[in-house]
């Protein structure tokens, strides 16, 4: 497995000046792998897809991701005509991943789906990975229908769609449905269950996820975990030690990364877990001590 490192933006210190542009700059001279934008509509981080084509315009190797974007909510036409146009723009370069709802309970509201969210998400999928790979598509379903639809730019290669979730509806819907897990707030053996069940739940329904493609967004903590973090870690993991789930310091990321290496994973996503005092002194830092990880 080609083991492989990038980060997560997140939170920023009001003191931190440094534009998005500068760490984006950044990120492409220090090589950095990837890049990953979350999906929040209250705060000042941009918008993933609109973040991700900004990024593009000015890198040539960085790859660009969306940790993890909601799915159910949008448009799946007008998302598969964002994403075909993002990968002409950047080929290789786009690593989308989707979820069933928004981690923060505030913002789900602002996603609201015609119907039960995971059979909306079901529909949405299978509607964009047709969009995207087939070259004309009619569909009806209980959600969305279109009629001979052609979305272009027409890329080389279909994107693979990742998802997020860790739950077994959510492990079973990567199994049938996509083409990678990006797993958050599970600890290495949970992550290597993960794994076995969507890996079961792809041959039930006759397919292969490749074998690197299973990941993990971390977040890592520097110092006391903050009162709102522990909340948070309790309230999706309420019978779980917080240090199982986040680790403190850059020794203890790696010693997770490794853990979660053995049990299969192979894709990281690390982000701070709460706002660094400089994102240009944390990415230094990211590429000194957990860069050399991958293979």
Not at 142 to 168: H, K, M, N, Q, Y
Not at 216 to 222: E, G, M, T, W
Not at 243 to 263: E, I, K, N, Y
């Amino acid at each position: 497995m080609k083991i492989r490192v990038g980060v997560g933006l997140g939170p920023r210190n009001p003191a931190d000046e440094v534009s998005f542009g500068a760490l984006v700059d950044r990120c492409e001279k220090l090589g950095v792998d990837s890049l990953w934008l979350p999906d929040t509509v209250t705060s000042d981080l941009p918008d993933p897809h609109v973040g991700m084509a900004f990024a593009a315009g000015r890198t040539a190797r960085l790859k660009l991701g969306t940790g993890v974007s909601v799915l159910p909510g949008r448009n799946p036409v007008a998302v598969a005509k964002e994403l075909a146009t993002l990968a002409d723009l950047a080929p290789g370069r786009i690593l989308p991943a989707f979820g069933l709802q928004h981690a923060r309970a505030f913002e789900r509201p602002l996603f609201p789906a015609p119907g039960r969210r995971g059979d909306v998400f079901d529909e949405a999928l299978t509607l964009l990975r047709r969009l995207l790979g087939e070259e004309q598509v009619t569909f009806q379903g209980a959600f969305f229908a279109c009629e001979g639809i052609t979305v272009r730019p027409r890329v080389e290669r279909p994107l693979d769609l990742w998802l997020g979730g860790s739950g077994p509806a959510a492990l079973r819907r990567v199994g049938r449905l996509a083409d990678g897990w990006l797993a958050a707030t599970v600890t290495p053996d949970e992550a290597a269950r993960g794994r076995v069940a969507i890996e079961a739940a792809a041959a039930e329904a006759g397919r292969v996820v490749e074998d690197d493609h299973f990941g993990l967004s971390l977040p890592v903590a520097f110092g006391d975990y903050p009162e709102a973090l522990v909340r948070t870690l309790r309230e999706r993991q309420p019978d779980v030690d917080p240090a199982q789930l986040v680790p403190v310091g850059w020794a203890a990321a790696r010693r997770f990364v490794r853990d979660c290496v053995a049990g299969g994973i192979s894709k990281f996503v690390i982000r701070p877990a709460t706002p660094p005092a400089s994102w240009e002194a944390f990415l230094d830092e990211f590429c000194q001590e957990m860069s050399p990880l991958e293979t």
